[in-house]
């Protein structure tokens, strides 16, 4: 009898959601969790149950038995499950952020919080080392206990949201971290699902593009030969070492060794079409989730034109594979020095558009927390915050704020004026000074400065310059520095638009 490494000792399993269990046996199989027992027959060697859906508590022990062998797991819980899922800045693990170690102290002893690392593998028979922030080898998918040096090598953000929804509902919570550094939403969407979709013709036909010239053999040889130098190149390597005598602002922007040169684009890349939903998403589905935390977007800024069709496929996936209508928790990317004019806030455009246009989708403002040297902002307690604030407003229905003032519409006054209007202004709208990086626009002129003055909830912009706007703009530099905010403290996200008469 086998099953998923996702069933193993100190799994925590899903609240008041089914526990959906699978795996390979013979004959009858049965499971039994808290007093709750389900059956079935294996068929073809596999076999796939439900348990019934189940309060918090623990922990217990979970039977498995068919009909020549018991597996006994022990110190399950039921509780509250998320993915802490994208690219490098979720990767980002707690030691090489600002207070990691002293929140991991702090915070780390926690036998209630249980990690899942979901390996880092382009090929089911890849068991190479992969390295961003740190190595993770493939046999660490086991569930862990949360303690302090447990927390320092997890997600950041998956280790502090986990702390403060944990001490606020005092119920035991798991993370399932999968996310692998620089990858773009394409790899992260089902293959069939990308090639099917019209809106992504041109993406296709690059991928098309790739294979036709391929030369399958000579390329798979690349790729393990890249494989075996970059395991044996970060062999001894130690983030805590490196952390500890160069400082975690160094360890951010500098890579502490020199990367072999990776084979081209091809379908073992971590940068493939549906490559990662194959080897990372599809051997959790359909675990029981409360929901996704998504931070990734970096590594589609080159094509930001598409993103919304991307991501918004991503969750149409994921949905079907975990077989729930989860909510989507995404984080804007932050202000970053891109090669692309203006590539950061128009694929925040299209990530802010993304919460109108996908049901059950949300995001959190980070312009206050970004770096322009240094694409990993080491603030991830901020963002952890904001995400748990919004778990607590869209799903446990509590009366909180967790996102910065979101552009709603700019209408025209008669005085030539603009009134800008917001959603998450919550009691009002405040600035630190002048309203910054605001600008205007007549028809066929240029943009020009506006000053700006606060009523309410609202924003009244004019410019001297601009006797009669058609369009508005705020922050919309990869690294403009945004200073509104809403009475909650929580920053503003840049915007643009035309303006309505």
């Known amino acids: 009898m086998r099953v998923?490494?996702?069933?193993?000792?100190?799994?925590?399993?899903?609240?008041?959601?089914?526990?959906?269990?699978?795996?390979?046996?013979?004959?009858?199989?049965?499971?039994?969790?808290?007093?709750?027992?389900?059956?079935?027959?294996?068929?073809?060697?596999f076999w796939k149950l439900s348990l019934p859906p189940m309060q918090a508590g623990g922990p217990y022990d979970l039977i498995l038995k068919d009909s020549k062998e018991q597996i006994v797991l022990s110190q399950i819980c039921i509780g509250e499950v998320w993915l802490a899922a994208g690219q490098s800045n979720m990767e980002h693990i707690t030691m090489l952020t600002y207070d990691g170690f002293e929140d991991a102290e702090s915070l780390g002893n926690n036998s209630n919080i249980r990690f899942f690392t979901v390996p880092r593998k382009t090929r089911e028979t890849d068991s190479q080392k992969n390295w961003h922030f740190e190595a993770v080898e493939p046999a660490e998918t086991e569930w862990?206990?949360?303690?302090?040096?447990?927390?320092?090598?997890?997600?950041?953000?998956?280790?502090?949201?986990?702390?403060?929804?944990?001490?606020?509902?005092?119920?035991?919570?798991?993370?399932?971290?999968?996310?692998?550094g620089g990858t773009p939403a394409e790899a992260w969407i089902e293959e069939s699902a990308?090639?099917?979709?019209?809106?992504l013709c041109e993406l296709r036909d690059n991928y098309y593009n790739i294979l036709e010239k391929l030369d399958l053999d000579e390329y798979t040889k690349g790729v393990d030969a890249y494989q075996q130098l970059m395991s044996k190149r970060i062999e001894n390597v130690s983030a805590r070492s490196f952390a500890e005598e160069k400082g975690i602002e160094w360890l951010a922007r500098t890579s502490p060794f020199e990367w072999p040169t990776e084979p081209p684009l091809g379908p073992y890349s971590c940068r493939w079409v549906g490559v990662l939903f194959e080897r990372m998403i599809k051997p959790l589905l359909p675990y029981s989730v409360s929901g996704v935390l998504w931070y990734q977007g970096e590594s589609n800024v080159h094509n930001k034109q598409y993103y919304l069709k991307l991501f918004s496929k991503l969750v149409e996936c994921w949905r079907k594979g975990f077989e729930d209508d989860l909510p989507f928790f995404t984080v804007q990317i932050a202000p970053f020095g891109y090669a692309y004019k203006e590539g950061c806030t128009q694929l925040?455009?299209?990530?802010?558009?993304a919460t109108g246009k996908i049901e059950n989708v949300f995001l959190v403002t980070t312009n206050d927390i970004g770096e322009k040297d240094n694409i990993h902002p080491l603030n991830k307690k901020s963002i952890s915050e904001r995400l748990f604030l919004a778990a607590k407003k869209e799903v446990f229905g509590e009366d909180v704020e967790y996102c910065g003032p979101i552009f709603k519409?700019?209408?025209?006054?008669?005085?030539?004026?603009?009134?800008?209007?917001?959603?998450?202004?919550?009691?009002?709208?405040?600035?630190?000074?002048?309203?910054?990086?605001?600008?205007?626009?007549?028809?066929?002129?240029?943009?020009?400065?506006?000053?700006?003055?606060?009523?309410?909830n609202e924003l009244v912009a004019w410019s001297p310059e601009v006797e009669?706007?058609?369009?508005?703009?705020?922050?919309?530099?990869?690294?403009?520095?945004?200073?509104?905010?809403?009475?909650?403290?929580?920053?503003?996200?840049?915007?643009?638009?035309e303006i309505g008469r």
């Open 4 to 45: 998923s490494k996702l069933f193993s000792d100190h799994a925590v399993f899903q609240r008041n959601k089914p526990i959906k269990l699978w795996g390979e046996g013979e004959g009858v199989v049965s499971a039994t969790l808290n007093g709750q027992t389900a059956y079935t027959v294996c068929r073809g060697g």
């Open 144 to 180: 862990q206990v949360c303690t302090p040096e447990a927390a320092l090598h997890f997600s950041a953000i998956g280790f502090r949201f986990a702390s403060l929804l944990q001490r606020d509902k005092d119920i035991p919570v798991g993370i399932i971290s999968v996310n692998w």
């Open 194 to 199: 990308f090639f099917a979709e019209p809106e």
């Open 348 to 353: 925040v455009a299209q990530q802010i558009e």
């Open 409 to 456: 519409k700019a209408v025209l006054e008669k005085a030539g004026t603009v009134r800008v209007s917001f959603t998450h202004a919550g009691s009002g709208l405040r600035s630190n000074g002048e309203v910054l990086n605001l600008y205007l626009k007549g028809e066929g002129g240029e943009y020009k400065p506006a000053k700006a003055r606060i009523e309410g």
């Open 468 to 497: 009669s706007p058609t369009e508005i703009k705020m922050a919309f530099d990869n690294t403009d520095v945004i200073n509104l905010y809403n009475n909650d403290g929580i920053v503003a996200a840049p915007f643009y638009s």
